[in-house]
């Protein structure tokens, strides 16, 4: 990837700046989480990755290990790395075809409920409730199990 010119945004809650490309540089700043550095190279090593900043007109480096690298995107370029999508627009499928075994109907879909005031509306209570006595759950412990607090049986 060029980070010839972009941006990082550091993801750690503190970052060294340092005066070269690695932890035997000494640190000429520390930047908190949120903040967003101006990129102008790297040293190209893909395994310890360190990026080269444009910082308070001084050249320094910070790790790529904590931060989100933006690259700057010049006008009529995309910012959508090579090969992760495609940039050619889907095409749009304007088949009104039914597949296989289907059939399209433009009427209006029907069904048997009536339209009259009320209908289809009861005030009977629904059969599975039963509100009989003994018809179902009690309040009495089950017999055979272990009634100790706490017990998961």
């Known amino acids: 990837m060029d980070y010839s ?20 540089y000494g640190v000429i700043d520390v930047v ?25 007109r001084t050249e320094a480096w910070i790790t790529s290990l904590y931060v989100k690298y933006t690259p700057k995107v010049a006008p009529g370029r995309s ?24 059939t399209i109907s433009s009427r209006p879909a029907t069904s048997n409920t009536s339209t009259r005031p009320g209908a289809g509306i009861s005030s009977r209570p629904a059969a599975s409730a039963s509100t009989r006595p003994g018809s179902g759950s009690s309040s009495r412990p089950a017999t055979g199990g272990s009634s100790r607090p706490g017990s998961n049986n």
């Open 5 to 24: 010119d972009g941006t990082a945004e550091v993801v750690c809650d503190r970052l060294n700046i340092r005066r070269g490309p690695g932890k035997g």
């Open 32 to 56: 908190n989480r949120g903040e967003k550095l101006h990129v102008i190279g790297s040293n190209n090593d893909e395994k310890d990755l360190w990026l080269k900043l444009d910082y308070k």
């Open 79 to 102: 910012a959508i790395r090579e090969g992760s999508i495609s940039s050619r627009p889907a095409a749009a499928s304007t088949s009104t075809r039914p597949s296989s075994g289907s």
